[in-house]
């Protein structure tokens, strides 16, 4: 009995982590944020200026500009229970951009931390 106790709460302990891990906000470096893209599809933002996003962007990613006055209806098309990864250029708009993000009801937002810059400095591909 004790063994089928232990075995039901590690399970359940085991589940409750991996829920938890796929809610809230998690702000990763270049590496993690690759890995975690690659583990589990989501949304991939990019909230720079159509011309940074010209210059080089992820591949995958969906420009939505921060400060462009239809950010807020661009962002509401997307789906509030897949993840969303974001990022920007130094990690400043994309801090923003969770804020939003978080008060409209998104479940999971993974931030990349110091955006495109630290990205192309560990040697990541941009398109």
Known sequence: ???????????????SCEAQEKKGVELVPPAQFEKQMAAE???LIDVRT???FGAGHLEGAQN????DK???QRVDKL???KTVYVYCKAGGRSSEAVDTLKAKGFTHIVELQGGTDAWTEAGKPVK
């Open 41 to 43: 599809k989501g949304q």
């Open 50 to 52: 159509p011309k940074e």
């Open 64 to 67: 939505i500009h921060l400060y």
């Open 79 to 81: 789906d509030k229970k």
């Open 70 to 72: 239809d950010f807020s």
């Open 1 to 15: 009995m004790k063994k089928l106790l232990f075995l039901f709460l590690a399970t359940f302990s085991l589940l």
